[in-house]
């Protein structure tokens, strides 16, 4: 197997991206003690915490976390017909299911994409004291859901059986 296989890079993109959430996730956090410490011991809020927070942050740890979380299956999913559906030869509901999904995600990653380009070409920030350049949080949603959309397309030829715990992943 080569050092490159597009499997490795697939789980590399994903691990980085997985990684990048979760740094994300540390710095609002300690915005946020940083903020409530302001707030309540000296009387002064961090300025632009909650703009930080609700148009950068979560945005980011969303969906940057996208493509990881569906690898280790942790996303909700209802399983009612699950033991009818693996009936069917090949994984064929498993790969119909993955072909939809990846259409979906497809599109979504497409116009995304375009008001991303968009956005960033005008530079757009919050209004505010503190400026905070949304353009870049524009930009996770087409990354996280791009390469979601990779994998789910990989799915479709190599389906995945995920009968194991989340925890093993982690």
């Known amino acids: 197997m080569s050092k490159f296989s597009p ?20 710095v609002m956090l300690f915005s946020m003690v940083i903020d409530a410490s302001g707030r309540y011991l ?12 609700t148009y950068f942050g979560m945005v980011m740890l969303t969906y940057l976390a996208l493509p990881k979380t569906y ?9 009612i017909l699950q033991p009818l559906l693996a009936r069917i030869p090949y994984d064929l509901s498993a790969r119909l299911n993955a072909l939809l ?21 005008a530079r757009e920030t919050t209004i505010g ?35 194991h715990n989340i925890e093993d992943e982690l």
């Open 101 to 121: 999904a990846a259409l979906c995600f497809g599109a979504i990653t497409l116009y995304a994409g375009a008001e991303a380009i968009e956005k960033f070409h």
């Open 42 to 53: 000296f009387d002064t809020p961090l300025a632009g915490n909650y703009e930080f927070t």
């Open 129 to 163: 004291i503190i400026q905070i350049p949304i353009y870049i949080s524009f930009m996770a949603f087409p990354v996280g859901c791009g390469i979601l959309t990779i994998r789910l397309i990989a799915e479709i030829f190599f389906p995945v059986h995920r009968e």
């Open 71 to 79: 690898v280790i299956g942790g996303h909700v999913r209802l399983e």
């Open 7 to 26: 499997g490795r890079l697939l789980r590399l993109a994903e691990n980085t991206l997985m990684v990048l959430a979760a740094t994300m996730l540390m």
